[in-house]
């Protein structure tokens, strides 16, 4: 493993000397120790946001591993290494368009356009993600086929999937409160996110409920934070909250999601997966020619 670090930590080194020596804009740097405490902490309070729902999955395992077996601590662990995965997939789409969503709403100056924009990207981003989702929950079978030993972990994998793309309906309203400079109320949301799971989670074991159910209290954790984040986020603009219509207009898929979460069959899955695609087919396609027109387009996110 240390082998591995030094490897990172060599490689990014040599990449820092070559881009410094042959970056076309040459920098000066002057030390100003305002300017790095404004920097550190900014810097600090995005990272512990960004870091947040891998502290949930760390502080899951944890507990795990202090109150359960060394059997279930193997099955959780192998699901939240899973789940951290596809949360890579689809943090790495969100962060293609970071740039763009900060600077477009930098150059919206109505206050009712900003809320317009913000509550249609999170729906976006929310669509796509379950519809991602979806089609990760139909190669689960076919995963734990070839994984017979990791079975009981499937239930908690569908769960912290769930949890995460609850997750996504806060996306546009945290950048439109780094936006505002309100990152520091972001990083206590999260913060209080991850005291409310380990409350909920050590309410779980007090009662000897199944391990599984540490990834039913991130669920809970995630909706609290996805509340409190998108409400605040739209105060200041004396707007209505656009969560509760993401989540009811995709309502249907959502019910499908908790239907295949308890009942795991191959064929019946891609069954209702294929009908719900064809049902939803106008909003998919809204989806791909709304990301490929943004793509083009080097400026800014557009309304249309």
Not at 214 to 243: H, Q
Not at 280 to 304: A, G, M, P, Q
């Given at each position: 493993?240390?082998?591995?670090?030094?490897?990172?930590?060599?490689?990014?080194?040599?990449?820092?000397?070559?881009?410094?020596?042959?970056?076309?804009?040459?920098?000066?740097?002057?030390?100003?120790a305002?300017?790095?405490?404004?920097?550190?902490?900014?810097?600090?309070?995005?990272?512990?946001?960004n870091?947040?729902?891998?502290?949930?999955?760390?502080?899951?395992?944890?507990?795990?591993?202090?109150?359960?077996?060394?059997?279930?601590?193997?099955?959780?662990?192998?699901?939240?290494?899973?789940?951290?995965?596809?949360?890579?997939?689809?943090?790495?789409?969100?962060?293609?368009?970071?740039?763009?969503?900060?600077?477009?709403?930098?150059?919206i100056?109505?206050?009712?356009?900003?809320?317009?924009?913000?509550?249609?990207?999170?729906?976006?981003?929310?669509?796509?993600?379950?519809?991602?989702i979806?089609?990760?929950?139909?190669?689960?079978?076919?995963?734990?086929?070839?994984?017979?030993?990791?079975?009981?972990?499937?239930?908690?994998?569908?769960?912290?999937?769930?949890?995460?793309?609850?997750?996504?309906?806060?996306?546009?309203?945290?950048?439109?409160?780094?936006?505002?400079?309100?990152?520091?109320?972001?990083?206590?949301?999260?913060?209080?996110?991850?005291?409310?799971?380990?409350?909920?989670?050590?309410?779980?074991?007090?009662?000897n409920?199944?391990?599984?159910?540490?990834?039913?209290?991130?669920?809970?954790?995630?909706?609290?934070?996805?509340?409190?984040?998108?409400?605040?986020?739209?105060?200041?603009?004396?707007?209505?909250?656009?969560?509760?219509?993401?989540?009811?207009?995709?309502?249907?898929?959502?019910?499908i999601?908790?239907?295949?979460?308890?009942?795991?069959?191959?064929?019946?899955?891609?069954?209702?997966?294929?009908?719900?695609?064809?049902?939803?087919?106008?909003?998919?396609?809204?989806?791909?020619?709304?990301?490929?027109?943004?793509?083009?387009?080097?400026?800014?996110?557009?309304?249309?």
């Amino acid at each position: 493993m240390h082998y591995i670090l030094i490897t990172s930590f060599l490689g990014n080194l040599v990449s820092l000397i070559y881009f410094y020596f042959s970056y076309p804009i040459r920098f000066k740097y002057k030390f100003q120790a305002k300017n790095y405490y404004k920097l550190i902490i900014h810097g600090l309070n995005l990272l512990l946001y960004n870091v947040s729902y891998s502290l949930i999955l760390t502080l899951g395992v944890t507990l795990v591993g202090i109150y359960f077996s060394i059997e279930d601590l193997a099955q959780y662990s192998f699901a939240a290494t899973l789940s951290a995965a596809c949360l890579m997939i689809l943090g790495s789409v969100a962060y293609l368009f970071y740039s763009k969503i900060l600077n477009k709403l930098t150059t919206i100056k109505i206050k009712s356009e900003v809320a317009k924009f913000v509550n249609k990207l999170s729906k976006i981003y929310f669509e796509s993600s379950l519809f991602l989702i979806l089609l990760i929950f139909n190669f689960i079978p076919v995963l734990y086929y070839f994984l017979p030993e990791y079975q009981p972990s499937k239930l908690i994998f569908k769960l912290l999937l769930i949890a995460y793309l609850i997750m996504t309906c806060t996306f546009g309203y945290n950048t439109l409160l780094v936006q505002t400079k309100k990152h520091i109320f972001l990083t206590k949301t999260a913060l209080i996110s991850i005291f409310s799971n380990g409350i909920l989670s050590f309410f779980f074991i007090f009662f000897n409920l199944p391990f599984y159910f540490l990834a039913l209290s991130t669920i809970l954790s995630s909706l609290l934070f996805v509340v409190v984040i998108s409400n605040r986020a739209m105060a200041d603009f004396k707007s209505e909250n656009g969560m509760l219509e993401i989540l009811f207009s995709n309502k249907y898929g959502l019910l499908i999601l908790c239907f295949f979460t308890f009942y795991d069959n191959i064929f019946l899955t891609f069954t209702i997966t294929l009908l719900y695609f064809l049902i939803r087919k106008n909003t998919l396609i809204e989806i791909i020619t709304y990301s490929i027109n943004t793509i083009k387009r080097k400026d800014v996110f557009h309304l249309d």
